[in-house]
């Protein structure tokens, strides 16, 4: 009995493990998971080009700004020098700068605007622009408000760059800060620059010449600004004055005056006899104390750079107008993409000072280079910190140069196969007018080759090799020498060496201390070099009357045309040629080989004469044909006059 129910349990087993053998070699079915497939990863945002720093960013705030993990911030922190104690910290504006340079963003600094209640901010100062067209009076007026003579030391009577002083109002115990920009077309950016700073511009028209074309875009700089205006009538005491009418034209241009029921205050001046200037003044203050201007005297500092020149004596010097703290003699700053610390400071009349309170303007001197003018000028804590921050914007603005050399050498690229593609005569006209130029100050300098380079054309090219500020130097001469090109010397010296390798190298300078004269003669080498144009010129034409066989020298027949001059003269000389016109289609072009007259061989043949014409090559003349002398002549290019000085090559 146990061996049979022992033998049945095997078998049971055995029967039991086959079949399980047998499930598990079927291909089994997965059951539908009632899990939620996990969603596709986004996509990571690609980090930022761009971050804008602002005062009073913590170590959090500005990680969220750049879009990278405080990690990862902290870290370029310590690569920089600089540690902070918790992720709420503030993290200074020169330092958050530098960060964000180092790790490859374009950072743009916005700094707060003082406002009156807040700790340790006092008032200041106006800074005051004078805006305007050229000769209408700027200069003579701030003449008469601070009793110097600024204008009898301008070229031409003309203010060529931005001047900064301080003024001492006689009547009120008040100073204020003036701009005096340049009137003349060219120096369009420099006045958007004035009125960029300002806090007051003083918009000047002339009594005796009227709203003009640099009146009007002073006012458009003003209004885009949001800059109050107060509108000077000068030269009321000249001859053709016409107060009424200017302000007719200030209506009609949209400047709401008082006397019309606006807001906008409007004074009659004369800066010769002193008429209205205490009525200007009490408006520039009326308008001041309107606004409540003030800053902070203590704190971060923040200049703008109003002007910058190399001194042959001194090296760079920067005008600047102080917009916030107090800029300290010895402080190390940093201005655009230069570094220096400041060995002395001058104030507007020339004497050395030690601090410059806010809205003050100083000239400094120890930058190791020439800030460009519109650069922000900020102090930093050490040499290190300011050589890094100067090294990094050197190289963000190289990188930037770089990417749009590569995007304009695809189009160079295809302008130079289009042009391997004409013809060899078209080929050699192609022509470039190149420029080396040297100025006295950097404003200066920049408008002027914005100036030139707009009297560029397509067929005539105007190309600035390089601009600069300071005397001509045996480089520059060096790099005309080796291009081809001109030197342009703006109120500006130029160096004996420079003079004598110039004669041996052949190199011409052109002087000039006025921007239309300077103008004026790019466009007279425009006008030596531009390409000239092959014309067409009808002398005269001739109708066939009847024609006639006569002997050649040969012994055969040739066709002579009978024919009378109806309009000019027609001949046979080289470079001439005639062509057939039958019924108003040219049926022939070619040399004429023969005219005569009573059967004397002529040159020339003048109206309402009678002689015979023979063609190379035609001889299928008919009455009543047209037999039309022409010639190509070799003509100048045309030259048209551009607004604001110089000439450019006509385009058609």
């Known amino acids: 009995m146990a061996a049979r129910w022992l033998s049945r349990v095997v078998r049971a087993v055995e029967s039991t493990m086959a079949r399980s053998m047998a499930v598990d070699a079927r291909p089994r079915r997965r059951p539908p998971s009632r899990r939620k497939t996990k969603a596709t990863a986004p996509v990571a945002k690609p980090k930022p080009s761009h971050v804008v720093l602002r005062e009073g960013m913590t170590l959090r705030t500005l990680a969220q700004a750049m879009q990278i993990s405080i990690g990862a911030l902290e870290s370029t922190l310590e690569g920089v020098g600089e540690t902070l104690a918790s992720h709420e910290e503030v993290v200074p504006i020169d330092t958050a700068e530098l960060v964000a340079l180092e790790m490859g963003y ?57 001047g900064a002083f301080v003024v001492q109002m006689p009547t009120k115990k008040a100073s204020m800060t003036f701009l005096d920009t340049p009137g003349h077309s060219a120096f369009s950016m420099m006045r958007a620059r004035g009125a960029a700073i300002t806090d007051i511009v003083v918009l000047v028209v002339a009594g005796d010449d009227g709203f003009m074309p640099q009146t009007k875009e002073a006012l458009a700089h003003a209004q885009a600004a949001d800059v109050p205006i107060v509108v000077a009538i000068t030269k009321c005491d000249a001859p053709g004055s016409n107060p009424q009418k200017v302000k007719q034209e200030l209506l009609a241009n949209g400047v709401l005056i008082e006397e019309f029921g606006g807001e906008i205050q409007c004074i009659e001046v004369s800066a010769l006899t002193g008429k209205g200037l205490v009525e200007l003044e009490e408006a520039i203050v009326l308008q001041s104390e309107i606004l409540e201007l003030c800053a902070r005297q203590e704190g971060d500092v923040e200049a703008v750079v109003i002007e910058s020149r190399l001194d042959k004596g001194q090296g760079p010097l920067a005008s600047v107008v ?38 003050r303007p100083v000239e400094l001197c120890g930058l190791r280079g020439v800030p460009s003018a519109g650069d922000v000028l900020g102090v930093v804590s050490n040499e290190t910190r300011a050589r890094r921050i100067s090294a990094a914007r050197k190289l963000r603005m190289e990188d930037n140069r770089l990417g749009k050399l590569e995007q304009q050498a695809g189009g160079s690229a295809l302008q130079l196969e289009g042009k391997s593609n004409k013809g060899g005569e078209e080929a050699e006209t192609e022509r470039e007018l190149k420029l080396v130029l040297k100025a006295d100050v950097n404003g200066t300098c920049e408008a002027i080759r914005d100036a030139i380079e707009r009297l560029s054309s397509d067929k005539m090219p105007v190309k600035v090799l390089f601009s600069g500020v300071g005397p001509v130097t045996s480089s520059d001469i060096m ?174």
């Open 106 to 162: 374009r950072a743009q600094v916005q700094r707060a605007a003082s406002k009156m209640g807040q700790g340790n901010v006092q008032p200041r100062p106006p800074v005051v622009t004078v805006m305007g067209h050229v000769d209408h009076g700027k200069t003579t007026l701030l003449d008469a408000l601070r009793k110097t003579s600024v204008a009898a030391k301008e070229a031409g009577g003309i203010t060529q760059h931005i």
């Open 479 to 652: 790099l005309a020498a080796a291009s081809n090109a001109e030197v342009l010397a703006f109120n500006t010296k130029i160096g004996k060496d420079a003079e004598t390798e110039a004669k041996q190298a052949g190199v011409s300078i052109h002087k000039s201390r006025i921007i239309y004269h300077l103008l004026d003669e790019v466009g007279r080498l425009l006008e030596k070099q531009a390409p000239t144009q092959k014309v067409e010129q009808i002398n005269g034409e001739a109708e066939v009357l009847t024609t006639f066989d006569i002997k050649g020298k040969k012994g055969e027949k040739e066709k002579v045309a009978g024919c009378r001059v109806s309009t000019g003269s027609i001949f046979n000389l080289e470079g001439a040629f005639f062509r057939v016109i039958r019924e108003g289609d040219v049926v022939h072009e070619g040399r004429c080989t023969s005219i005569r007259r009573h059967k004397l061989e002529v040159d020339k043949v003048g109206e309402g004469t009678e002689c015979g014409v023979m063609l190379e090559g035609w001889t299928d003349f008919r009455q009543g044909d047209k037999l039309r002398c022409l010639e190509v002549i070799v003509q100048p290019a045309k030259m048209v006059k551009v607004e604001g000085g110089g000439m450019r090559f006509a385009t058609e």
């Open 322 to 359: 102080v917009k916030e703290g107090t800029l300290k003699s010895g402080s190390f700053v940093v201005a655009g993409t230069e570094w220096g610390r400041i060995k002395s400071m001058k104030d507007g009349f020339g004497a050395r000072i030690l601090a410059a309170l806010p809205a």
